[in-house]
């Protein structure tokens, strides 16, 4: 089994007045986790009311957030503590790919059997345009990083799909996708 990533949450509703240690001891009466880091203003570096909770893998963030959102009320807070996965987490943690330049007839299949190659495929989206012609691309997640990164070593620019150009296959990094 892969070595667990860490997972950053961001935290807001928090009482400016609390303190890293006190959110630590707070958050881990629900779940692992390995720092608290208060945002602050640069100018003032006052609180902002909000933090980041780093927890050792997905796991412990969702027990933090399925304990703590919109469900715990710290003293001097008049809403309760919003908890989700900070900015681009899910993404890293989902092994997005993007492929690109697929023939604009490459089935679902086409694409599941060369890729499952590398490991276990979770989902797969072709793009598709108008009267459901392809785009040429697809989204495609695995199971692993591991997974993801054999993938694009085997077949980034190295791979065509009948007469077609070389595949381009990168993680996904963009948060809309």
Not at 36 to 56: E, M
Not at 159 to 166: L, S
Request: hydrophobic residues 40%; proline residues 3%.
């Amino acid at each position: 089994m892969a070595e667990e990533e860490s997972v950053k949450l961001f935290v807001g509703q928090v009482p400016k007045h609390m303190t890293e240690s006190q959110l630590l001891a707070m958050f881990q009466e629900f779940a692992l986790v390995d720092e608290v880091n208060i945002i602050k203003d640069k100018a003032t570096r006052a609180s902002r009311g909000c933090c980041f909770v780093i927890c050792p893998s997905r796991e412990e963030a969702d027990k933090a957030i399925s304990e703590c959102h919109n469900k715990k009320t710290l003293p001097g807070a008049s809403s309760p503590l919003q908890v989700k996965y900070a900015d681009g987490e899910l993404e890293r943690l989902e092994h997005k790919l993007f492929i690109g330049m697929l023939p604009k007839n490459v089935s679902d299949t086409e694409v599941s059997a060369l890729f499952s190659n590398y490991g276990t495929i979770k989902d797969l989206q072709l793009l598709r345009g108008y009267q459901q012609t392809s785009k040429g691309c697809a989204f495609l997640k695995f199971e692993t990083k591991e997974q993801a990164l054999a993938a694009i070593e085997a077949l980034n620019g190295k791979h065509k799909i009948e007469v077609w150009a070389n595949l381009a296959v990168t993680l996904c990094t963009n948060v809309l996708a």
